[in-house]
């Protein structure tokens, strides 16, 4: 019979840093179960840590009343019922810092992809249309633009030192003012309509949903562009659509959508002007593997009663 520990995993995350649970846990995968009810039922007595990269609520905290640890798999942990962990005596954690420099590589890279066209001329290219049709059109250029950051936590300041290379004009929004060298805007329609380009970056969850609304888009304008490597959430969608479509949006690049992996049809067929990608911001192997790594130690902490390296509550 084993001694370790019974480890509740709700959903996959790198599969490399997943086997290194074997090391230290009895990993029961909840996803694979046929029977979820039962498995967790059959847990009732001994499951004592819950990992994860999506929703924790407290139905399965119930069903696991001696669990002790929650660690999530990613930096947002709007999905996990927080307060109802805390109200129980769970300690949650999550995966800042390591993944905070590969997603502010990938917002500038978006950005860059969006403004420059990258993916449409390597299309242009391969169609064989630089040789029939001639030069592409230009494209919009992105140094020494007015960029404004929604949310300046750890990755927005991260976003913002890659901008000061881009010898970018820096703005933010965030609740309270901060000790940075950037311009503060306590409205965020203000700061959209002073900026070439909206980045954003904060969690997801009810305080920050649909903040990105018609009104910041039309704020933005019809040259302007949405960059959204925060939640779906975070942007109204519908208004988002409705802005590129009537041209009072110029361009978005976008990484995340409010009911992913399904994507509007409207965006993928907006060939044009939006760049889509699959949620991948933070998904190199080095990142998920740190992230897959950090999971583990703090769940071993909170087992072992010690501080969560990465506590959330």
């Known amino acids: 019979m084993s001694t370790k520990p019974d480890l509740l995993v709700i959903s996959p995350w790198y599969d490399v840093a997943m086997e290194e649970l074997d090391d230290h846990f009895t990993v029961h995968k909840l996803w694979e179960a046929k029977d979820k009810a039962a498995m967790l039922a059959s847990l009732a007595d001994s499951c004592v840590a ?9 139905d399965i905290m119930d069903a696991l009343p001696r669990t002790k640890v929650i660690a999530h798999h990613g930096v947002g942990y709007d999905g996990v019922d927080v307060k109802a962990a805390t109200e129980r005596g769970i300690k949650v954690s999550n995966t800042p810092d390591v993944l905070s420099d590969e997603v502010a590589d990938f917002a500038l890279g978006l950005l860059l992809a969006t403004c420059r066209k990258i993916p449409h001329a390597d299309r242009y290219v391969r169609a064989g249309k630089w040789e029939s ?48 060298p950037y311009t503060y805007y306590g409205d965020l329609p203000s700061m959209a309509r002073d ?56 361009a978005a690049g976008l990484d995340v959508f409010d009911q992913e992996p399904k994507v509007p049809q409207a965006l993928k067929d907006m060939t044009e002007t939006v760049v889509l990608q699959p949620h991948q911001a933070s998904a190199t192997h080095d990142t998920r593997l740190a992230m897959g790594r950090l999971v583990m130690e703090n769940a071993l902490a909170g087992l072992a009663g010690k501080p969560l390296i990465t506590p959330v509550n």
Do not use: W
């Not at 990755?155 to 003012?177: L, P």
């Open 50 to 58: 819950i990992a994860g990269a999506t929703a924790c609520g407290a």
């Open 133 to 180: 049709e001639g030069n592409m059109a230009f494209t919009q250029r992105v140094h020494g633009r007015k960029v404004g950051i929604l949310g300046l936590g750890r990755i927005g300041i991260e976003i913002a030192r890659r901008c000061e290379g881009f010898k970018m004009d820096i703005a933010y929004h965030t609740r309270s003012q901060k000790d940075v």
């Open 195 to 250: 900026v070439d380009f909206l980045i954003a970056i904060v969690p997801g969850g009810a305080s920050t949903r649909h903040m990105i609304n018609r009104e910041v888009l039309d704020a933005l304008g019809p040259d302007g562009v949405l960059v959204n490597v925060a939640r779906g959430s975070v942007v109204d969608e519908a208004a988002l659509i409705e802005a590129l479509r009537d041209g009072r949006l110029g």
